[in-house]
């Protein structure tokens, strides 16, 4: 029943609500009610006081009878009042009542030393009952104590019907509970609009990650606040979008692989065959056989690169950082790059800023750096052109810079040339063109040693990188 996030939210924060108006109307009510009666003692005991001086002028002999009850008449006609008076031995010589019945009954009757003692010591007192069963239905009753010169002679008790005060209250209880009707239906609406709002882009991800699973990642939720649940949809789309990239990478990726391997296979299955069925003449094998050993030969570096790539990316492999000289790396890299070098007539510019340049990184994973990019120079280099190396420190980091004077990288393919498999087609030649995986191994080697490389080209004049490592002291032993 309660499986939609939407319908949670609805019933949750409506039942809070609904707590919150049920407490906060009984609350208001038993307020009103204690206030209501409150006052009206206090009405009452003003009324009593303020009736204390006509008593005491009509026991001296100053007031008829009269003109005090009409007073009384007043008093009742405002609060609904009946009065009485007692002496001190609690004797009522004085009642008034709307109902002449009842006043005449009351007259001359005797009260309980319980009901009256408290207000001839000087106290006011109120209750709320039918004052010793006199009265049929209960009443609100104050005592005031009578002073007839000064002293205290009797009390002066006034009682008014709790039924004309629970009416008042009635009409109280019958706003305040519309209220909070009213208030219970504005809050659904409202809650249905907050809810709505809530859970419409939690449930848009829940519906396009079904999507997802199933390979379509084409879908964005829609970001509608700034609030977490927007945040929370802002990057559940910026996941999406890697997601997508991801994906056509992985379809690049494969489609890119296969191709690279299916041209040196279907290169060795096509002279193997050729020499098994003698379509390649006897004095031709040998030739064959072996451009047949290089196509195997760059399918295995082509395998290698990929195991490197992988295990660098999943993090399967751990550095072991040496302290070497990398000057010494870079000459004996050329050495083993000078046939290649002197095939092109490559002129080589070597700028050592000191004669040893001590790093601290792995150096067997440098080597791997180092070898791809003086072959990237030297492959996309003049015929007759030029290979500048540089190494120099500065503060705590070493740098090394390989620079041709070649073709150069357009502007465009600057920010791809790390991806896997990418290839500057447009200034390459078919010849010249590698797998893409050199530099994408370069980057993640540089950056696992928590350093940087960069590339600076124009197209026409060149291509430089240059990668920063760790700095380090020579070695004790090398001293």
């Not at 509970?177 to 409202?190: D, K, P, Y």
């Not at 530099?439 to 197209?459: F, Y």
Request: proline share 2%; net charge positive; hydrophobic share 40%.
């Amino acid at each position: 029943m309660f499986r939609s996030l939407f319908i949670r939210l609805m019933v949750t924060y409506f039942i809070i609500i609904l707590i919150t108006l049920v407490i906060l109307g009984l609350l208001l009510s038993t307020f009103f009610m204690d206030y209501t009666f409150n006052m009206k003692a206090q009405e009452l005991i003003r009324e009593g006081k303020a009736l204390n001086p006509y008593i005491e002028m009509y026991s001296m002999g100053m007031l008829t009878q009269e003109m005090l009850y009409n007073y009384f008449t007043t008093i009742d006609r405002f609060l609904n009042t009946t009065v009485w008076v007692s002496d001190g031995l609690g004797y009522i010589w004085l009642a008034y009542s709307a109902s002449r019945e009842d006043q005449e009954k009351w007259e001359e009757q005797k009260l309980t030393e319980e009901e009256f003692i408290q207000v001839l010591k000087g106290n006011i007192i109120t209750k709320t009952g039918q004052f010793g069963g006199r009265f049929s239905t209960p009443v609100l009753t104050v005592g005031v104590p009578l002073r007839i010169r000064n002293r205290i002679r009797g009390a002066i008790f006034l009682h008014s019907p709790v039924q004309g005060i629970k009416s008042t209250l009635n009409d109280i209880y019958k706003n305040i509970w519309w209220a909070a009707f009213i208030s219970a239906g504005l809050s659904v609406l409202f809650l249905y609009w907050t809810s709505r709002r809530i859970s419409k882009p939690l449930i848009q991800m829940n519906e396009i990650s079904r999507e997802f699973a199933q390979g379509n990642f084409n879908r964005r939720v829609k970001v509608m606040t700034k609030d977490e649940t927007g945040q929370l949809a802002v990057n559940f789309n910026a996941m999406a979008d890697s997601l997508e990239k991801l994906e056509e990478m992985r379809r690049s990726f494969v489609a890119n692989v296969s191709h690279e391997l299916r041209s040196p296979l279907t290169s060795i299955m096509g002279y193997i065959q050729g020499v098994l069925d003698n379509t390649i003449k006897a004095d031709e094998r040998d030739k064959y056989l072996r451009i047949s050993l290089s196509e195997a030969q760059r399918l295995s570096k082509l395998i290698d690169e990929l195991l490197d790539l992988s295990q660098i990316e999943s993090g399967q492999f751990s550095l072991n950082m040496v302290v070497f000289d990398v000057n010494e790396q870079i000459r004996r890299s050329l050495i083993s790059q000078e046939e290649r070098i002197n095939q092109k007539n490559i002129d080589v510019e070597v700028n050592f800023e000191d004669e040893y340049c001590w790093v601290e990184a792995d150096m067997d994973r440098i080597q791997q750096v180092i070898l791809n990019l003086l072959d990237n120079a030297i492959k996309y280099n003049r015929e007759n052109g030029k290979l500048i190396i540089k190494t120099w420190k500065h503060r705590d980091k070493a740098y090394i810079k390989i620079q041709d004077k070649g073709v150069g990288i357009p502007k465009e393919d600057i920010v791809h040339i790390w991806e896997r498999f990418y290839q500057v087609d447009k200034s390459r030649s078919n010849k010249n063109t590698g797998r893409g995986l050199g530099l994408s191994i370069v980057k993640k080697i540089i950056e696992q040693h928590e350093q940087n490389i960069w590339v600076n080209s124009r197209l026409g004049e060149g291509t430089a990188f240059i990668f920063s490592l760790k700095s380090a002291k020579k070695p004790e032993k090398n001293r």
